[in-house]
Structures are given as structure tokens and as C-alpha cells.
């Protein structure tokens, strides 16, 4: 149940005014991912909605969240590029003990722990074991799963190519936000990483259905999101009943008919969850999205992580907002992640 993430938003923003959530009169077109490769990177029926056996997902435990979407998009990334998945199995994203100190080579919380960690050094551990937070030391926060910077940095170590993912954030509406979403995965065909629920978990987008191309048509109407959410249902409905959804707009944009999360983790730890909307933040919303560009260099030095990351912050006044952003670096010790994005941007 991690927090979810960073998406890139490309292209001149059209208005809000030009979604509808009712586009069922006009002819629908898919736009994004491919959903055969989706199926196959995560494990997840596009038929049923449930996972197949002996697939990626769900989760392997209660706060896999980051490390699972980190896992699928890169599968297929592999996948397109016609190579064998990296990490077909749950195990890869961690340990079923669910303590970080127990993460293998091999595994993507390993590669968190022990490659990725900030330049800077990672934050002084407090608890220890499954408790220790920041519970990965890739975080730049002290969260329970992984934050926004270890999932991005995360996706753009793992996957093959130079389709790097970067963060970010917007202060405008849900409908702007998520006219940027469906014009990214129109433009690139590849699953975006969504942060949802406040931030208390990540879901990827694999693409939409609209009325025409987002990316090109200033009328086209977004009826509906391809959405693949790595809870595992065994645990209790989160956030939908299965775990591929072909979303409403209107539910993405205003929670309308989605289950009410009363999350309770595989450990019997009860973690009760807020009503959720999926574009999360009032007033912001947090996505890590795909972007042509070069491969992030290893190891990152210094603030050059937040420029690597071509971090991009949607707004009237994108100065004022990135000079907060560098405040927020300077102080992100002593803050959670949800702090970071909600209070001080």
C-alpha cells in the first residue's frame, strides 16, 4: 500500500471544459498500453480482472504497492522490446516476510536498499524490521512503502530503454490532471504510475477510452481508464473489486460509486484508509509518467537528482513551485511523504 507516484505531462493543456464524463453517444477508441502485454507483465485477466496463477501479481505483501508497479512496467518494457520478463514472479518484488533486512539480490527491494539509495545518504532508520521507516532506504521521507522518488528512480533503474519516468504534480483540477494522463499514454503506449487514496497507494493507467485522440483532438471526451491496482482482494476490497478495472470517468475523477477502502494488511494489521478518490489530491495530483530522454546516471550526486529527473510542476507560476520544491528537498528529513506533497507544495 504504498504511495504512488510520478507521472510526466507533456503537451499544452487543454481546458477541463473539453472532458465529459458521458461519451457513451459517440464511437470509443482505446488509447495506451497494450492490454495483451499488460495482462502478461502483471499477471492480471483482463477477462475476469483477477490474477492468473503463477503471475506477477498481486502484491506479495501489505505495502508492496511501489515495488509491484515498479515490477510490472518493467515487464513490459521487456515485453515490447521482445525480451523475456525480468521479474515474472511475486517474490521479485520482495521478501514474503515483508522485512526490508531480508530483500535478496534479485529482488526489487533490494535494488531500493542497497543501489538507489539518496545521494545525500538515507535517512536515519527508525523501528527496525518490517516497522523500520523509511521502510525502504531509497525513500527521501519517512513512509511505510516507497515514496515518489524511490518509484521513480525505481522504474528508470529496472526497465530496459531510454523511456525515462519522471514526477509530476499538478495544482489545478482532477479533469486537468487527468486530460494529462490520457494524452501520455496516448503519445507513448506505456502504463503510467498513479498515486491514489492520499498517496496511501499506487495504481498503474494503462491507457483510456475517449470519444477521439487526447493528444490531438481538443474535443475529444474520455469515457472510461484501463486501471491495474496490485492490492491483493484476498485481504478485503481496496479501492475496486478486482484488480483490473475499466474505470468510469466519473468515477476517476469523483469517487462516485467506488468501494469504500477499510484496508486491513495480510498481517492482520488494521489500517484504516480514507475515502478515496483516485486523482487523490485536492487541488494536486501526483503521477510518474514515461518521457523520451536519456538514462539516469548511476550513481545520482547531489540536487542533480531532483534536474535528472526532469521534475516538472504544472502550474501558473512553475518558478515559484520549483523554488518550493527545493525548499522541500532541504527539509524532506523531517517530514512524511504525505507532508511533502500535500502540505508544502
Not at 510526466?8 to 473539453?18: C, H, P, R, Y
Amino acid at each position: 500500500m504504498s504511495p504512488l507516484i510520478v507521472v510526466t505531462f507533456f503537451g499544452i493543456l487543454l481546458s477541463a471544459g473539453t472532458l465529459q464524463a458521458h461519451a457513451a453517444s459517440k464511437k470509443l477508441t482505446y488509447y495506451g498500453a497494450d492490454l495483451g502485454l499488460m495482462e502478461r507483465a502483471t499477471g492480471i485477466s483482463t477477462t475476469t480482472g483477477m490474477p492468473t496463477q503463477g503471475g506477477a501479481w498481486p502484491q506479495y505483501t501489505g505495502n508492496y504497492c511501489f515495488s509491484a508497479v515498479i515490477q510490472a512496467i518493467t515487464n513490459y518494457t521487456d515485453l515490447t522490446k521482445g525480451l523475456p520478463m525480468r521479474y515474472p514472479n511475486q517474490s521479485d518484488q520482495g521478501p514474503a516476510s515483508g522485512n526490508p533486512d531480508d530483500a535478496q539480490p534479485g529482488q526489487i527491494l533490494y535494488d531500493l536498499d542497497h543501489t538507489l539509495t539518496p545521494p545525500d545518504g538515507p535517512l536515519v532508520p527508525q523501528g527496525s524490521g518490517a516497522s523500520r521507516r523509511p521502510f525502504t532506504l531509497a525513500n527521501i521521507a519517512y513512509d511505510f512503502g516507497g515514496d515518489p522518488r524511490s518509484q521513480s528512480i525505481g522504474i528508470n533503474y529496472e526497465k530496459p530503454g531510454n523511456l525515462n519516468y519522471h514526477e509530476h504534480i499538478y495544482h489545478t483540477s482532477a479533469q486537468e490532471a487527468t486530460l494529462g494522463l490520457a494524452k501520455t499514454v496516448a503519445r507513448y503506449r506505456m502504463p503510467v504510475d498513479v498515486l491514489v487514496n492520499h498517496a496511501e497507494h499506487s495504481v498503474l493507467v494503462a491507457g483510456v477510452w475517449a470519444t477521439g485522440n487526447p493528444l490531438t483532438d481538443p474535443n475529444a471526451q474520455i469515457s472510461s481508464l484501463a486501471v491495474f491496482n496490485p492490492w491483493d482482494m484476498s485481504w478485503g476490497e481496496y479501492l475496486s473489486t478486482t484488480n483490473y478495472a475499466q474505470v468510469s470517468y466519473d468515477d476517476w475523477v469523483n469517487a462516485t460509486t467506488l468501494p469504500t477502502p477499510g484496508m486491513k494488511s495480510p498481517r492482520g494489521l488494521t489500517c484504516p484508509i480514507p475515502p478515496m478518490v483516485f486523482s487523490i489530491l485536492i487541488h494536486r495530483l501526483v503521477s510518474i509518467r514515461p518521457a523520451l530522454g536519456r538514462r539516469i546516471p548511476m550513481p545520482l550526486t547531489g540536487l542533480a537528482t531532483m534536474s535528472s529527473f526532469s521534475l516538472m510542476v504544472i502550474l501558473r507560476a512553475p518558478t515559484t513551485v520549483l523554488m518550493k520544491m527545493t525548499d522541500l528537498w532541504s527539509s524532506h528529513k523531517s517530514q512524511t511523504k504525505t507532508q511533502r506533497l500535500m502540505g508544502s507544495l
